[in-house]
Nanobody
Framework: QVRLVESGGGSVQAGGSLNLSCSAYGDTWPINCMGWFRQAPGKEREGVAAIYTAGSSTYYADSLKGRFTISRDAAMTTVYLQMNDLEPEDTAMYFC?????????????????WGHGTQVTVSA
């Protein structure tokens, strides 16, 4: 089993930054794809960013390119989401996801393992 633990959420004003972390524990070999998703109240879960941990290829939702950056640590068991220039529309619960697939997507149903989420609230 794989356990994902997110941290780093919080409340910021518009224009601020947050750096989310997600660490994977347990049977983590091989976890090839790790991603971040978010879900705002009343909305569907949407893919934010993903990273192929072995090769470091990254994938982003088009609307978030330039403001969000996903990265991983050398052990390939922790991923980060640096979020800059945050907007009130970024307010959501942010979830970390992981899968053993060898190709990564921003589709939630392609990820088997999920964390419990960390709340991000951006005020105007």
């Amino acid at each position: 089993q794989v356990r994902l633990v997110e941290s780093g959420g919080g409340s910021v004003q518009a224009g601020g930054s947050l750096n989310l972390s997600c660490s994977a524990y347990g049977d983590t070999w091989p976890i090839n794809c790790m991603g971040w998703f978010r879900q705002a109240p009343g909305k569907e879960r949407e893919g934010v960013a993903a990273i192929y941990t072995a090769g470091s290829s990254t994938y982003y939702a088009d609307s978030l390119k330039g403001r969000f950056t996903i990265s991983r640590d050398a052990a390939m068991t922790t991923v980060y989401l640096q979020m800059n220039d945050l907007e009130p529309e970024d307010t959501a619960m942010y979830f970390c996801a992981a899968d053993r697939r060898t190709y990564c997507t921003l589709l939630a149903d392609t990820y088997k393992h999920w964390g419990h989420g960390t709340q991000v609230t951006v005020s105007a």
